[in-house]
């Protein structure tokens, strides 16, 4: 089992920045690829980006892409996404996922898809303000 707590969510204005935290407890947290969705209140859950386990990979939703970053620490068994050039539609409850089976050294493949991950934080809500 790997336990996933995301923390930093918050209010922000349009335009602000925050940084999200996903910390991970449990099996070993660098034989897993992950991931950040979002869901908005009566919307689907939405991929955001995804990292693979090793960090030589990352891939974004492409409508987030260049204002969203993922990174990870393994030594510290975390991930981060920071996120800037907030607008209200990022409003949502930010999720991080983990996953053993998206990623290879052919690279990331159907790792939009929220079956593919195994285990789930608990979420963290990130309020835009205009």
């Known amino acids: 089992q790997v336990q996933l707590v995301e923390t930093g969510g918050g209010l922000v204005q349009v335009g602000g920045s925050l940084r999200l935290s996903c910390a991970a407890s449990g099996r070993t947290f660098s034989h897993y690829d992950m991931a950040w969705f979002r869901q908005a209140p009566g919307k689907e859950r939405e991929f955001v980006g995804v990292i693979s386990r090793s960090a030589t990979t990352t891939a974004y939703a492409h409508s987030l892409k260049g204002r969203f970053t993922i990174s990870r620490d393994n030594a510290k068994n975390t991930i981060y996404l920071q996120m800037n050039s907030l607008k209200p539609e990022d409003t949502a409850v930010y999720f991080c996922?983990?996953?053993?089976?998206?990623?290879?050294?052919?690279?990331?493949?159907?790792?939009?898809?929220?079956?593919?991950?195994?285990?789930w934080g608990q979420g963290t809500q990130v309020t835009v303000s205009s």
């Open positions: 996922a983990g996953s053993v089976s998206v990623c290879s050294d052919d690279g990331c493949f159907a790792y939009s898809q929220a079956v593919k991950y195994d285990y």
